[in-house]
């Protein structure tokens, strides 16, 4: 059953997005039989799977929601007669109800009435049809027997959905007195086409020899079919009080799914993994990674002592790289999934959002198809949620004010993604009123966040990062700007658990940008090794335009700095030790050790103590009291167990 209930949640969520996605096309283009025939196969195929489990209230609400959508299909309710709300607010329950149901094995108390209230609304919809009350019991819907009878026919099942097909579990349960009415039950149950299984069990324990009574029957026959359900219910007609149904989910039991072609040769296959597994292929992976770092050395020192020996060592490490560098691409690939599992869930909680404040918006989602680690992917929604609702809430403007700014009456908010490298941007823009960095100002100083001569020591970048602070708000006061901190220090918080870091532009009556920048994945990365006194740092080579050994005597002071000549071109110069922190030290000798970087579009020189080998590291994101620390990248195990820090250095230069 815990298989089978984590099937049933991820297919779950799948089925109630699919049908979401359906219905707001359906909003957004007009009428689409199409769309319509794709949402009520999802909320039936749910509905189906529902009755395996003790969901009650779900599975009444999907079946009226069910009902109208195939009465919709049938045209006999209007399309335009506003099913869609009651259709979605079931969809949107759904999916709450889920996550408790994962959370805590059973539904929340409020379900009943809400699941009443929802058949109620939804079965108000058609014209005729006969309204529930809200009062009386919610009669039980069949649980674990169908799941168990599945399980023990867990092959043909997989075997049988694998081909295509639905399966039906069926319970029959005969009337003690059927013999008297001219019922044969095993005669029923032989007519059942398409039997896939078959058993037959005492209802209730049998009698004593002395009591026992042949004319009364005590079976239970529960069965496996794929036949379509019309054809089950046609054997049955006469006796429909007497059965169950239940069409398993598909994949419920089988995890692995192979359909083969003419040649016998597997032509799909789809595999459901422990994310942890693909966790620890991972660290092995590292693990390679450290060992073929040490490989390299070792082969070195060999070479030293016997040439010969020294090359066969260093071709069975670059062997050993080349297979090590494959594993993880290979390993990588198989957590890497689109965004568009996190962003698809969007439309609907910004549709609700937005009737709730009845502000009328065009949610916009571009590059949703970039592909990011699970965890990243997975990690997102809550932020992202957060910061789409702000938008909505405290960014766009009531029409009254859009009209007196000039804007049209509908606001603008887009979600939009890019990769970069081994990065994704990922921006949350929205066209309303922006953020003042003066009422922000005064915001914290209610609060007593800062000093006075902190505050107005603050330029305009600084003061809109003021809404990451703990804390931070402006809801109090009456201004374009109520709300918008609220949280945000969780957002930030979020993100950089995940690798990742915040940014925040503002334009006053001109709207919002927030740009997240997030790792694509735990990634190899090519380092240089180099020197700032005692301390070693590796910086991505990708960063580093060439290194240079230049003569201290053409170093020249500038203002408050230094710079140099490369190449006809005045470069500035930074020591890599202040930028650090460290305390500094004097020049030795008189050659300066240089790495040129690029920082945007301009090359900038940076000054090291020393320069050692180029290595390939597993490099991971930074985590604990580091996470949010600026200009580190990651970090990366090395051969001698030490653990090396990788530098962002654009971001550490600024």
């Given at each position: 059953?815990?298989?089978?209930?984590?099937?049933?949640?991820?297919?779950?969520?799948?089925?109630?997005?699919?049908a979401?996605e359906?219905l707001?096309?359906?909003?957004?283009?007009?009428?689409s039989?199409?769309?319509?025939?794709?949402?009520?196969r999802?909320?039936?195929?749910l509905?189906?799977s529902?009755?395996?489990?003790?969901?009650?209230?779900?599975?009444?609400?999907?079946?009226a929601?069910e009902?109208?959508?195939?009465a919709?299909?049938?045209?006999r309710?209007?399309?335009g007669?506003?099913?869609l709300?009651?259709?979605?607010?079931c969809?949107?329950?759904?999916?709450?109800?889920?996550?408790?149901?994962?959370?805590?094995?059973?539904?929340?108390?409020?379900?009943?009435?809400?699941?009443?209230?929802?058949?109620?609304?939804?079965r108000?919809?058609?014209?005729g049809?006969?309204?529930?009350?809200?009062?009386g019991?919610?009669p039980?819907l069949p649980?674990?027997?169908?799941?168990?009878?599945?399980?023990?026919?867990a092959?043909?099942?997989?075997?049988?959905?694998?081909a295509?097909?639905?399966?039906?579990?069926?319970?029959?349960?005969?009337?003690?007195?059927?013999?008297?009415?001219g019922?044969?039950?095993?005669?029923?149950?032989?007519?059942?086409p398409?039997?896939?299984?078959?058993?037959?069990?005492?209802?209730s324990?049998?009698?004593?020899a002395?009591?026992?009574?042949p004319?009364?029957?005590n079976?239970?026959?529960?069965?496996?079919s794929?036949?379509?359900?019309?054809?089950?219910?046609r054997?049955?007609?006469?006796?429909?009080?007497?059965?169950?149904?239940?069409?398993?989910?598909a994949?419920?039991?089988?995890t692995?799914t192979?359909?083969?072609?003419?040649?016998?040769e597997?032509?799909?296959r789809?595999?459901?993994?422990?994310?942890a597994?693909?966790?620890?292929?991972?660290?092995?992976?590292?693990?390679?990674?450290?060992?073929?770092?040490?490989?390299?050395?070792?082969?070195?020192?060999?070479?030293?002592?016997d040439?010969?020996?020294?090359?066969?060592?260093?071709?069975?490490?670059?062997a050993?790289?080349?297979l090590?560098?494959?594993?993880?691409?290979?390993?990588?690939?198989?957590r890497?999934?689109?965004l568009s599992q996190?962003?698809?869930?969007f439309?609907?909680?910004?549709?609700?959002?937005?009737?709730?404040?009845?502000?009328?918006?065009?949610?916009?989602?571009?590059?949703?198809?970039?592909?990011?680690d699970?965890?990243?992917v997975?990690?997102?929604?809550?932020?992202?949620?957060?910061l789409?609702r702000n938008?909505?809430?405290?960014?766009?403007?009531?029409?009254?004010?859009?009209?007196?700014?000039?804007k049209?009456?509908?606001?603008?908010?887009?979600?939009?993604?890019?990769?970069?490298?081994?990065?994704?941007?990922v921006?949350?823009?929205?066209?309303?009123?922006?953020?003042?960095?003066?009422?922000?100002?005064a915001?914290?100083?209610?609060?007593?966040?800062?000093?006075?001569?902190?505050i107005?020591?603050?330029?305009?970048?600084?003061?809109?990062?003021?809404?990451?602070?703990?804390?931070f708000?402006?809801?109090?006061?009456?201004?374009?700007?109520?709300?918008?901190?609220?949280?945000?220090d969780?957002?930030?918080?979020?993100?950089?658990?995940?690798?990742?870091?915040v940014?925040l532009s503002?334009?006053?009556?001109?709207?919002?940008?927030?740009?997240?920048v997030l790792?694509?994945?735990?990634?190899?990365?090519t380092?240089?090794?180099?020197?700032?006194?005692?301390?070693r740092?590796?910086?991505?080579?990708?960063?580093?335009?060439?290194?240079?050994?230049?003569?201290v005597?053409?170093?020249?002071?500038i203002?408050?700095?230094e710079?140099?000549?490369?190449?006809?071109?005045?470069?500035?110069?930074?020591?890599?030790?202040?930028?650090?922190?460290?305390p500094?030290?004097p020049r030795?000798?008189?050659?300066?050790?240089?790495?040129?970087?690029?920082?945007?579009?301009?090359?900038?020189?940076i000054?090291?103590?020393?320069?050692?080998?180029?290595m390939?590291?597993?490099?991971?994101p930074?985590?604990?009291?580091?996470?949010?620390?600026?200009g580190?990248?990651?970090?990366?195990?090395?051969?001698?167990g030490r653990v090396?820090?990788?530098?962002d250095?654009?971001?550490?230069v600024?």
């Amino acid at each position: 059953m815990d298989e089978l209930l984590a099937q049933f949640l991820i297919e779950g969520r799948e089925l109630l997005q699919q049908a979401s996605e359906d219905l707001l096309a359906l909003e957004r283009e007009g009428h689409s039989p199409a769309r319509l025939d794709s949402a009520f196969r999802a909320v039936h195929t749910l509905k189906g799977s529902v009755g395996l489990f003790d969901l009650a209230p779900m599975g009444k609400a999907l079946h009226a929601a069910e009902d109208v959508l195939d009465a919709v299909r049938g045209q006999r309710v209007d399309a335009g007669s506003g099913f869609l709300d009651p259709v979605l607010a079931c969809l949107g329950a759904c999916e709450a109800w889920l996550d408790a149901f994962e959370r805590h094995g059973v539904l929340p108390p409020s379900a009943v009435e809400q699941g009443r209230q929802l058949e109620a609304a939804l079965r108000g919809c058609m014209p005729g049809a006969e309204v529930p009350g809200l009062d009386g019991p919610v009669p039980a819907l069949p649980t674990d027997w169908a799941a168990a009878l599945a399980a023990t026919q867990a092959e043909a099942v997989a075997a049988a959905q694998g081909a295509g097909m639905t399966v039906t579990a069926l319970r029959y349960l005969p009337d003690a007195d059927c013999f008297f009415l001219g019922d044969d039950p095993l005669a029923l149950m032989r007519g059942l086409p398409e039997l896939v299984a078959l058993r037959i069990e005492p209802r209730s324990p049998w009698p004593p020899a002395a009591e026992f009574s042949p004319f009364t029957c005590n079976l239970m026959l529960e069965a496996l079919s794929t036949a379509p359900e019309e054809e089950i219910r046609r054997v049955f007609r006469f006796v429909p009080d007497q059965i169950t149904l239940v069409e398993l989910p598909a994949s419920a039991i089988a995890t692995t799914t192979v359909a083969l072609d003419g040649a016998g040769e597997a032509s799909a296959r789809v595999l459901r993994v422990d994310a942890a597994r693909i966790d620890r292929l991972l660290d092995v992976v590292g693990e390679m990674m450290v060992a073929k770092n040490a490989l390299a050395s070792l082969a070195a020192r060999v070479g030293a002592i016997d040439a010969g020996l020294g090359r066969a060592l260093a071709d069975n490490q670059a062997a050993m790289e080349r297979l090590a560098g494959e594993m993880h691409r290979t390993v990588i690939g198989l957590r890497m999934v689109p965004l568009s599992q996190t962003f698809r869930r969007f439309p609907r909680l910004m549709r609700e959002t937005a009737a709730e404040l009845g502000k009328p918006i065009d949610f916009q989602i571009h590059g949703d198809d970039v592909e990011a680690d699970k965890a990243v992917v997975e990690g997102l929604f809550q932020p992202l949620l957060h910061l789409l609702r702000n938008a909505v809430d405290h960014g766009i403007e009531a029409a009254p004010r859009r009209a007196a700014a000039a804007k049209p009456a509908t606001g603008q908010v887009t979600l939009r993604a890019s990769r970069r490298g081994d990065q994704i941007l990922v921006t949350v823009a929205d066209d309303g009123a922006g953020l003042d960095p003066a009422a922000l100002r005064a915001a914290a100083l209610r609060r007593g966040l800062l000093t006075p001569t902190a505050i107005a020591a603050l330029d305009d970048a600084a003061a809109l990062d003021l809404v990451f602070a703990p804390g931070f708000s402006t809801a109090s006061t009456v201004t374009a700007l109520s709300g918008r901190g609220v949280g945000m220090d969780a957002v930030r918080t979020a993100v950089e658990d995940l690798g990742g870091r915040v940014s925040l532009s503002s334009v006053p009556g001109g709207g919002t940008t927030v740009q997240l920048v997030l790792p694509r994945a735990t990634v190899v990365t090519t380092v240089l090794v180099i020197r700032v006194g005692e301390e070693r740092f590796g910086i991505p080579i990708e960063a580093v335009v060439e290194s240079l050994r230049l003569p201290v005597a053409m170093i020249q002071p500038i203002g408050g700095g230094e710079a140099f000549v490369s190449r006809d071109r005045t470069l500035p110069l930074l020591r890599l030790a202040d930028l650090l922190g460290l305390p500094p030290r004097p020049r030795q000798g008189t050659v300066a050790r240089l790495l040129v970087v690029r920082c945007g579009d301009q090359p900038v020189g940076i000054e090291v103590d020393g320069f050692s080998e180029r290595m390939d590291l597993l490099l991971r994101p930074m985590s604990g009291l580091l996470s949010g620390m600026a200009g580190l990248s990651g970090s990366a195990l090395m051969a001698d167990g030490r653990v090396l820090l990788v530098l962002d250095v654009p971001e550490l230069v600024g």
